[in-house]
């Protein structure tokens, strides 16, 4: 027992020098289970009664010296490693960011959108409605027979009959809204209808799901002259081609009196297609002035009002201006096929080029 002061300062020596390893082993050698001081504190009953309790409170003494200087130590050396971990794993907060994919805009929601900006420029207002419409509203408002082969099931698809017999439909042309406004609103209307339809098809030129955008106006003074040049500077200034030929054939549509199928210019030599002045012509969408029968069945006169209608196929038109060959692909949910023909936000064509100021 001479030598605790002695025994202390060599341990205090040795917790000071030590490293984390180092100081785990010290702890074992002076206070584990057979340490220095375990053993020396078992020793005590060997000594004389009058000696016992002096040495014991000399050994408990050293003892939390060593365990505290230890204890002190260890924080101290957790702290250091701690410290220069952060500054080894320090992220320089200054470099430039890690590049990200970009997104893109679908081709059908950008075609959509140069559509509208184009008919907006010529004051049309949207117009939308729901995909799931009554046998009123999509066929017969609409002057198409019982017999029309459209009214067939292999064509269109139904709902199940409701309580009052009636099978209502997913819309398979957005023409529904054009009844809807006539019927909730007076003329003078003025309107595009871009949206979803429906069809039981699919092939590499149809699908059961695609888009149409339809046009309508209606007043006391249009005529099929306006007709003709509202579609002319639309089609000029979708495909940006300020001389785009443009001609109107005769043609049939139930809703419509006369009725006119719109066709461009194009070339496709070389085996390519290329729109504007050539020797060539691709139709593009279907129009006419509104059938006396459907005004009639929207509650407006045809003796005091008239006006024309327009629709074209969304995903035909810009498979056309851009280039993409088959339909099927707009819904395949591949990534590389939009990262091909997609747009990066707000890179917008200057769609309105060819309209009249």
């Known amino acids: 027992m001479e030598n605790l002061d002695e025994l202390r300062d060599d341990l205090l020596s040795q917790v000071k020098a030590a490293d984390l390893e180092a100081l785990e082993d010290l702890r074992v050698l002076a206070l584990g289970r057979s340490g220095t001081i375990t053993e020396m504190v078992k020793g005590i009953g060997q000594l004389k009664p009058e000696d016992r309790r002096s040495a014991g409170q000399q050994l408990n003494v050293l003892k939390n010296t060593i ?108 023409s529904p809204v054009q009844i809807r406004t006539m019927v909730n609103e007076k003329p003078p209307i003025r309107i595009v209808v871009p949206g979803r339809t429906f069809r039981a098809d699919h092939d590499a030129t149809h699908s059961p799901m695609f888009h149409q955008i339809e046009g309508l106006v209606i007043d006391k003074a249009t005529h099929m002259g306006h007709l003709r040049g509202c579609l002319e500077e639309f089609c000029r200034a979708f495909f940006d081609v300020d001389d785009l030929p443009v001609r109107f054939r005769p043609s049939y549509f139930p809703f419509t009196e006369p009725s006119a199928e719109v066709d461009i210019g194009c070339s496709r030599e070389g085996g390519g297609l290329k729109i504007g002045a050539g020797a060539e012509w691709l139709e593009i969408l279907g129009c006419g002035m509104v059938n006396p029968r459907v005004l009639e069945n929207c509650g407006i006169n045809p003796m005091q009002y008239q006006g024309f209608a327009f629709g074209l196929g969304i995903e035909r038109a810009a498979m056309l201006k851009y280039g993409i060959p088959d339909l099927r692909t707009f819904y395949d949910s591949d990534i590389r096929w939009l990262k091909h023909y997609g747009f990066v936000p707000l890179d917008v064509p200057n769609v309105a080029a060819g309209l009249v100021g």
Do not use: W
């Open 67 to 174: 365990a505290d200087a230890i204890d002190a130590r260890k924080e101290v050396l957790e702290a250091e490693a701690l410290d220069a971990g952060l500054a080894a794993d320090r992220i320089d907060v200054t470099l430039p960011q890690r590049p990200a994919s970009a997104g893109r805009i679908h081709p059908i929601s950008q075609t959509i959108d140069e559509m509208v900006a184009i008919f907006c420029e010529m004051g049309f207002t949207v117009a939308e409605g729901p995909h799931i419409e009554t046998d009123f509203n999509n066929f017969t408002a609409l002057n198409i027979p019982p017999e029309h082969p459209a009214r067939q099931d292999h064509d269109t698809f139904y709902l199940p009959a409701g309580e009052d017999g009636e099978r209502k439909v997913l819309r398979t042309h957005t």
